[in-house]
């Protein structure tokens, strides 16, 4: 059987969950339609998700046509939760983009679609909502070209758009020849010179175009009235490329990780290769080390190993690999968070369940780092408030922690600018309070990196574990307090006394001589920014552009003529207040977008974080 994982990816309240439960109901892979107003959805499963009308956590769920199963992946669609897209983006062989005919182009729609674009995913698009009123056909297809892709074909039309008696017809595939015209010289020649092609040939194009990401095929349709959902399923099964399960050694990557009723760990893995067996061993792999666990029960989703649901894995993390996993599942699509907020038990009896429940929760999204705070807390990575409202949800009610916490502020970076060595000798006395030789360079590089410079058996393999894991979590507290990036480090000088040394010794003593060597080659601190993109009214150019400058942006373009386009960088520190004061200066005609682009140095002093250590 052929296997097709599509994504189903969307700005929040775009209609994607309805339009999983409509596909699921069409394909008779459920006997009749849930409702995210009722929370009786089929991929909203979590009590949070069903209170909140929004998909927090990654689902799965397939359905069958002909001899091609489907696994539908219903991805959180707002952008306090883009980790978890992020990690289904690594297991999908296409895509669906679903917008509103009402609202039209949003700003995390832009953010999805630049990103599918840059992989070059096959994309389908739907227009959702078309019964609804206020809907709009052109106008839509007008601000899909312009700020989505000029690279579209559409492949249904609409009559009575907008009332409750809104249909869909399909087009006929003649008209996508000038569009596929444009990423085809062949097809462009005949067209120039009258020479039709047949409606096969423009078929096979346009597959192949979507298969490439070169062209998204677009349908107008409604979730709720299913309104165009059996030309956007044709698109699904006859336009995105499927293939049947590869044989060979199990390969694939965890794209998820929940816990059942009783506590234990499910892990979703997305295998390219092979299945897995029962009460067998599995060697999961992570960056920096590799552990083995006994498969206790395993179920397919569907009717192939695809992605299968794993028990008995309770050290698993999201990103753990089985096998050699492609390196596209790799790459990070979206930037890291860039705030940090400080968590502690409502009542000081909680402490220790407050620590173990935020372990858990970074087991499934180890982009939520922790980090111990001496006196004051847990230190918990964010991409916004709502997700810092799920948190404090979550822990209420599935750890029943009652947790405070503080305003969110942003992290900061510290890369080193200079070159420097720092060494400690081993002495006889101790005198250092540690029997352990250690030297470090540190200088820039790109991400993290470490290096030996010393023979791997001048020392035992434990203690050479022991300085590259130490070298790792010291690195997450520059001498400014935040994290080091883009730092080269150096392993220059080794030493210890049999049996006396222990691997404690070099934990304890790798952060002090790398902190020396930091302070020696100088850091800088960066502040974390965004692109932005404001369209405000022409009377409204010169107060925002002053509120702008103000909150410290960089202004590269500013184009238009009734409406204004302003393009440029601000720090992501001023973004909630750029966002709160638009609306005044534009008379509420002002539209914003921005999204994580990068960091660039703090002026002035920098600011300190809290003393803290990593878990």
Same mark, same amino acid.
């Given at each position: ?29 459920? @006997?009749? +339609?849930?409702?995210? !107003? ?41 952008? @306090? ?96 020849? %000038? ?26 194009? +346009? ?6 990401? =070169? ?23 006859? =336009? ?6 590869? !044989? ?19 892990? *979703? ?12 061993? =599995? ?55 860039? +705030? ?9 009896? /909680? ?24 006196? /004051? ?5 964010? #991409? ?10 979550? +822990? ?9 916490? %503080?305003?969110?502020?942003?992290? *900061? ?21 540690? #029997? ?40 997450? %507290? ?17 030493? *210890? ?7 404690? !010794? ?32 022409? %009377? ?10 103000? =909150?410290?942006?960089?202004?590269? /373009? ?58």
């Amino acid at each position: 059987m052929r296997v097709l994982n599509i994504g189903i990816l969307a700005h929040v309240d775009a209609g994607k969950t309805s339009l999983t439960e409509r596909l699921l109901f069409h394909t008779g892979a459920i @006997d009749r +339609l849930g409702s995210v !107003d009722s929370g009786s959805t089929q991929t909203d499963s979590g009590a949070i998700e069903r209170r909140r009308g929004i998909t927090i956590r990654t689902a799965v769920a397939p359905f069958t046509v002909g001899d091609l199963q489907v696994n539908l992946i219903d991805t959180p669609g707002h952008s @306090d939760f883009i980790a978890e897209v992020e990690r289904a983006l690594g297991v999908l062989d296409g895509a669906v983009l679903v917008l509103s005919a009402v609202e039209g182009v949003q700003a995390q729609t832009r953010v999805l679609m630049r990103t599918l674009r840059r992989m070059r995913l096959p994309t389908l698009i739907l227009v959702n909502k078309i019964d609804r009123t206020g809907a709009r056909q052109e106008e839509t297809l007008t601000d899909i070209r312009r700020r989505l892709s000029p690279h579209i074909v559409v492949m249904n039309a609409v009559e009575d758009i907008a009332t409750p008696a809104a249909r869909t017809r399909p087009l006929p595939i003649e008209h996508a020849a %000038e569009a596929l015209a444009e990423h085809d010289d062949r097809l462009l020649a005949d067209l120039v010179d009258g020479r039709a092609p047949g409606p096969g040939v423009l078929r096979d194009l +346009l597959r192949a175009q979507t298969a490439e990401g =070169l062209t998204h095929p677009l349908f107008f349709g409604s979730a709720i009235g299913g309104q165009g959902v059996v030309e956007l399923l044709d698109g699904i099964t006859g =336009l995105l490329p499927a293939a049947p399960q590869a !044989d060979g050694p199990p390969r694939g990557t965890v794209f998820a990780v929940e816990r059942d009723g009783g506590g234990q760990k499910i892990a *979703y893995l997305r295998l390219f290769e092979g299945e897995l067996h029962p009460r067998r061993p =599995l060697t999961l792999r992570r960056p920096g080390g590799e552990h083995t666990e006994r498969v206790t029960a395993l179920r397919t989703v569907g009717a192939t190993p695809a992605i299968t649901k794993v028990w008995g894995l309770s050290k698993v993390r999201v990103g753990d690999r089985v096998g050699a996993a492609p390196d596209l599942a790799d790459q990070p699509r979206f930037a890291r968070p860039s +705030l940090e907020t400080l968590v502690r038990p409502r009542h000081e009896t /909680e402490a220790a369940r407050l620590h173990a429940a935020l372990a858990s929760l970074a087991d499934q999204d180890p982009l939520i780092q922790t980090r111990t705070v001496e006196g /004051e807390g847990v230190s918990v990575l964010l #991409y916004g408030e709502v997700q810092k409202e799920v948190i404090a949800q979550t +822990l209420r009610d599935d750890f029943g922690v009652e947790a405070v916490f %503080e305003e969110s502020r942003p992290v *900061y970076l510290e890369r080193p600018h200079g070159r420097a060595e720092a060494v400690t000798e081993i002495d006889q006395q101790g005198s250092s309070g540690f #029997y352990a030789t250690v030297g470090l360079r540190v200088e820039p590089g790109s991400d993290i990196t470490f290096r030996r410079e010393v023979n791997l058996g001048s020392l035992p393999l434990a203690f050479h574990r022991a300085i590259e894991e130490s070298v790792h979590q010291a690195l997450q %507290e520059g001498p400014n307090g935040w994290p080091i990036t883009d730092c080269a480090v150096t392993l220059t000088r080794t030493g *210890y006394f049999s049996p006396i040394t222990a691997a404690g !010794d070099f934990r304890g003593l790798v952060p002090l001589v790398l902190r020396r060597a930091l302070r020696q080659a100088g850091t800088t601190v960066f502040e974390p920014c965004h692109i932005f993109e404001a369209e405000v009214p022409h %009377e409204a150019l010169s107060a925002v552009t002053v509120l702008l400058t103000g =909150l410290g942006a960089q202004l590269t /373009e500013t184009s238009g003529q009734q409406t204004w386009l302003i393009r440029g960088e601000i720090p992501a520190r001023s973004v909630q207040e750029a966002e709160r004061r638009l609306p005044g200066l534009s008379r509420g005609e002002g539209v914003w977008w921005s999204q994580p682009c990068g960091d660039r140095p703090v002026i002035g002093a920098p600011p300190k974080r809290r003393q803290g250590h990593g878990r």
